[in-house]
């Protein structure tokens, strides 16, 4: 990836055939986020797990387009955040590229695009985040993607290198103290792979997947209680989207994770790694004022059988991001880490409804129990009933780029956790964009 340095040079050959006058595209986006909760690490009253915080990120972006054929994206990145509960000092964080790629289409149905960029496909259940720790400033991958337009379907070629700290493109104003770095993840990441997508009839559009992956170089101790060793696994699965009449979609998703896991000397034996994980969903649209949508689903991630020397647990590699809920990112942290969804039945039932034009509403509900009950004891019970989720959401489009939306969710553990206090989430959000 520290060829994406060379870009500008790599570009020299192309621009002396230009099929149109360059142009060059920018945009900018400001973000005033306050977040607050409670009771979500440790569900106790008794305990202070209570957190109050606000972030403002600012993002840059443009394009210059030296041919119909060639672009060249950047994007930087910047966000501050202030510690209220516990009370923290304000650190200035660094300003980095969420993005640099270039893109060249090379062939009518041939395109390449190299460099730090987003990789998100389907839904996220696989390929969404490729920087899990500092939530939501960046999701970027640093990436290769090339990709063919078959007759039958796209065919991408994907690779993936994430180091747990930046280290492909310069960073400024890069934090100096320890306490203020910001890592990414706890352990290097490699991906390569294919993802196909067809739409083998108008109404249905099906995706396919294998990828392989290498997790090394956790940077924690070896005695960590959450640290795990070199894993190395294939990925593979599918999606499918089907719309059998207007206004109507089926979605599911089937995956199995297979690999091995490497000794801890003196404390784990090498391991097999076999997991799985899926989802179904239903939505319904219906031309009544208001435009209400109606959604149901269910999604299955396997759980670590203590019983066996393998380990079953689905492994969120590349998508450790609140696909569901930010109540339940957090209550993960004290299992493993944040955004490490795993051992998880989850039932979902949602209603949007649209009263104005520029106001949207949701409210959800998660039912979450665990395929594996936990050894009781510290944070578990004796039960495998995680508890339930209800939240409501609002969106506001405020004109002129502006953008706001309030969230809020209350987390009801179950016999899962020791102890059973309701916790919360409560997030503020303004975005201007240009």
């Not at 395109?111 to 730090?116: A, E």
């Not at 920087?131 to 065919?155: C, H, I, K, M, Q």
């Not at 994770?257 to 784990?268: I, K, M, N, T, Y």
């Amino acid at each position: 990836m520290r060829a994406s340095l060379l870009l500008p040079i790599l570009m020299a050959p192309f621009l002396a055939a230009q099929e149109t006058p360059p142009s060059l595209t920018w945009g900018a986006e400001l973000r005033l986020r306050s977040e607050s909760w409670n009771q979500l690490l440790d569900h106790r009253q008794d305990a202070e797990d209570a957190r109050i915080q606000y972030r403002l990120r600012s993002r840059l972006w443009g394009a210059w387009r030296p041919s119909e054929s060639l672009a060249l994206r950047a994007g930087l990145v910047q966000e501050n955040r202030h510690m209220v509960r516990p009370d923290a000092a304000i650190h200035a964080r660094e300003v980095v590229f969420e993005t640099l790629a270039l893109d060249w289409r090379f062939h009518p149905k041939g395109r390449l695009s190299v460099g730090r960029q987003d990789v998100q496909r389907g839904e996220g259940f696989v390929l969404f985040d490729g920087t899990p720790l500092d939530g939501s400033r960046t999701s970027y991958s640093n990436a290769l993607v090339a990709a063919w337009e078959a007759p039958f379907a796209t065919v991408e070629l994907i690779g993936i290198s994430n180091p747990r700290k930046d280290q492909y493109l310069p960073r400024f104003g890069e934090a100096r103290h320890p306490a203020e770095v910001q890592p990414l993840g706890e352990w290097d990441l490699q991906a390569t792979g294919l993802y196909v997508t067809g739409r083998p009839r108008g109404s249905v559009r099906l995706e396919g997947y294998g990828l392989q992956v290498v997790a090394a170089g956790d940077g924690r101790a070896a005695s960590h209680p959450f640290y795990r060793a070199d894993r190395r696994a294939v990925i593979a699965g599918a999606r499918v989207q089907w719309e059998p009449a207007p206004r109507r979609t089926f979605t599911a998703e089937a995956t199995a994770q297979r690999g091995q896991e490497d000794a801890v000397p003196g404390l784990r034996a090498r391991r097999d790694l076999r997991a799985w994980g899926g989802y179904a969903r239903f939505s319904q649209t219906f031309e009544r004022a208001w435009k209400p949508i109606c959604a149901v689903g269910v999604t299955a991630l396997s759980g670590d059988d203590p019983s066996t020397p393998d380990c079953e647990g689905w492994e969120p590699f590349l998508s450790r991001w609140p696909k569901w809920s930010e109540a339940l990112v957090l209550s993960e942290i004290p299992e493993a880490a944040v955004g490490t969804a795993t051992n998880l039945v989850l039932a979902e039932a949602e209603l949007r409804a649209r009263p104005r034009p520029w106001l949207e509403l949701k409210a959800f509900w998660l039912g979450l129990r665990a395929l594996e009950a936990p050894t009781p004891g510290g944070l578990y019970g004796d039960g495998r009933r995680r508890g339930q989720i209800w939240g409501a959401r609002a969106n506001l489009d405020l004109g002129r780029g502006f953008r706001a939306h309030g969230l809020l969710e209350r987390f009801e553990p179950g016999t899962f956790y020791g102890h059973r206090d309701p916790g919360y989430y409560l997030r503020f959000e303004v975005v201007w964009r240009r």
